[in-house]
């Protein structure tokens, strides 16, 4: 009898022949495949454990999780895995099991666990259920992620810490800003008002003179002056306004919100509406300062970005959280602007909420435009808004 073979054509003995070298190749080929899975398994830096699919109990255990849990090797073997104390308190010991039988897969991220020493540890722990020759097995990968916790907590706590002294830099620049905008006001804005009554007395003075070419040149020179001084004022009290708005302080947030829209509107050209709440708002000194600062920068970026022709500006409150919307109907802000490092005022922002465990969203509006949404947790429930035109 001659059978076909890849070759051509061969009789018995060489098929006989052929078939034994397939087989003790495919027998190497095993061998092979075994021994690599031996060498990961043996020299993985993650715990494994391999258990039979229907009673759950340890067939396996790769060195790397012996050392990690304390167990010998023998210790293990034969048992399931809530029988080792490590995972004793594991309240879903049974349930993972069912899980597996059923899905094929369990994860945990962050499972504690104590070894046979008694160090506390935190575990990844991924289960997978796959085929071994004639029967179904499970295999569970740990992973020892106490060392990223720990870095991650410690991240945490650099990142708290900058964020306390960014916080301290904050109110330190803005008690002095207070300062500053007190003293500009109180001593210069008074100085200037008196000589600006003494240039009116002049003035007044002057044209109770005889009208002759010395007297008119010396009094157009004073109201000159007098006008000089008055602008002076203006700016005096412009600078004071924008280290500290007085408003803010005496009035409240509502009304500040109202002022610097108002100052925006004069300046820009762009309409302003403000929804404030009947009653103003009582809040924290710091929240109103945060608050209104970061409408400050949100206008200036309106300004100078978003091609817009108006603005509105929303402060209400509700479920514990105090919320300023600004949304403008311009160009929109685009992500890559939004996710930008070099994008300072974005950033200063969103460090402002932080600090007092809000946040900052931005988003498109439902045509065109940017809404910039502000949350900072309050317990205050304010009362409900209604609109006011700047």
Not at 266 to 291: H, N, Y
Request: aromatic share 4%; with cysteine; proline share 3%.
């Amino acid at each position: 009898m001659r059978l076909a073979c890849p070759n051509g054509i061969m009789d018995y003995r060489d098929q006989v022949k052929y078939v034994d070298e397939r087989s003790v190749h495919a027998q190497q080929a095993l061998l092979a495949s075994e021994l690599s899975y031996r060498r990961l398994f043996e020299a993985a830096k993650d715990g494994i454990l391999i258990l039979d699919l229907d009673t759950g109990r340890i067939s396996d255990v790769n060195p790397f999780l012996v050392n990690l849990l304390g167990f010998s090797h023998g210790e293990m073997l034969g048992k399931t895995v809530g029988e080792l104390s490590p995972f004793r308190d594991f309240e879903e010991n049974e349930v993972m099991l069912s899980r597996l039988q059923k899905d094929g897969y369990v994860r945990y991220e962050n499972l504690p666990l104590e070894t046979k020493g008694g160090r506390k540890i935190a575990v990844e722990f991924v289960s997978n259920v796959y085929e071994a020759g004639d029967k179904k097995v499970i295999q569970c990968n740990i992973r020892d992620i106490t060392e990223r916790n720990l870095a991650q907590m410690a991240l945490k706590n650099s990142q708290a810490q900058l964020r306390a002294l960014s916080a301290r830099l904050h109110s330190v620049r803005e008690d002095e800003a207070t300062r500053i905008a007190r003293e500009i006001h109180d001593e210069l804005g008074q100085r200037l008002a008196g000589l600006k009554m003494d240039l009116l007395w002049t003035e007044r003075k002057l044209g109770e003179l005889a009208n002759t070419a010395e007297v008119n040149a010396l009094l157009d020179r004073v109201v000159g002056t007098t006008e000089l001084v008055e602008e002076i004022i203006v700016s005096v009290q412009r600078i004071a306004a924008e280290l500290r708005p007085g408003v803010l302080d005496k009035l409240g947030l509502g009304s500040a919100l109202q002022s610097e829209a108002r100052r925006f509107q004069d300046r820009s050209g762009l309409a302003c509406v403000v929804r404030v709440p009947a009653t103003e708002p009582i809040l924290p000194p710091e929240m109103s300062t945060t608050f209104f600062r970061i409408l400050q920068e949100g206008l200036t970026n309106v300004l100078r970005h978003a091609r817009a022709s108006k603005v509105d500006i929303e402060l209400k409150a509700a479920g514990g959280w105090v919320t300023m919307r600004v949304r403008d109907n311009g160009r929109g802000i685009t992500q890559s602007e939004i996710t930008s490092p070099h994008s300072l005022g974005l950033v200063g922002m969103r460090e402002r909420a932080a600090m007092l465990g809000g946040k900052i969203v931005f988003c498109h509006g439902r045509d065109k435009g940017t809404i910039l949404t502000t949350r900072i947790p309050n317990p205050e429930i304010l009362p409900a808004g209604k609109e006011r035109s700047v």
